[in-house]
């Protein structure tokens, strides 16, 4: 214990620089953007010891917990406003990528369910009873089920 203390009395701002770019380094590895503001926390702290080097270690203790938790709380509520777009939003939301999509049933709906082959996967499916052969649209996705209605033939307007 006795040790832990004396490299914390020996802190200066080259500790707290390299201590936020290992932090930074485990944001990489373990994304959630906590660590990264952690790093930049650890950082910010290090140049203050660079331009207080009489510092004391509690106060730098106390100075990084407080910028850590203050820089987290400030980017969870900055991202809730505005998140990050996308031009792949439904990237790894497989099914809400068939939402809209037209299919051909290859197994008939019985009893509200069914199965759909859709690309290279089977799908359970819910929706009102329906014949082999009719089209669907997915509707909506909830879970592993794909929601599907009849489709709707438009009017020939030749007549």
């Known amino acids: 214990m006795e040790e832990v203390l004396a490299l914390l009395k020996d802190a200066n701002h080259w500790g707290w620089w390299i201590f936020g770019i290992v932090l930074i380094v485990l944001e990489v590895a373990a994304p959630g953007a906590v660590f990264l503001w952690m790093g930049i926390a650890a950082g910010v702290v290090g140049f203050a010891v660079f331009f207080i080097p009489d510092l004391n270690w509690e106060n730098q203790f106390l100075i990084f917990a407080v910028l850590s938790v203050v820089s987290i709380l400030i980017a969870r509520r900055y991202l809730k406003v505005r998140p990050i777009e996308t031009d792949q939003p439904n ?3 497989r099914g809400s990528q068939y939402i809209g999509r ?8 019985v009893d509200g369910r069914g ?12 929706g009102p009873d329906l014949a082999k ?3 669907v649209t997915v509707k909506k996705v909830e879970g592993v089920i794909l929601r599907v209605q009849a489709q709707q033939t438009k009017p020939d307007s030749s007549a």
């Open 102 to 109: 037209v299919f051909t049933l290859k197994e008939p709906i």
């Open 91 to 93: 990237l790894n939301r």
């Open 133 to 135: 052969g009719q089209k």
């Open 115 to 126: 199965r759909l082959h859709v690309d290279d996967t089977m799908w359970k499916i819910e």
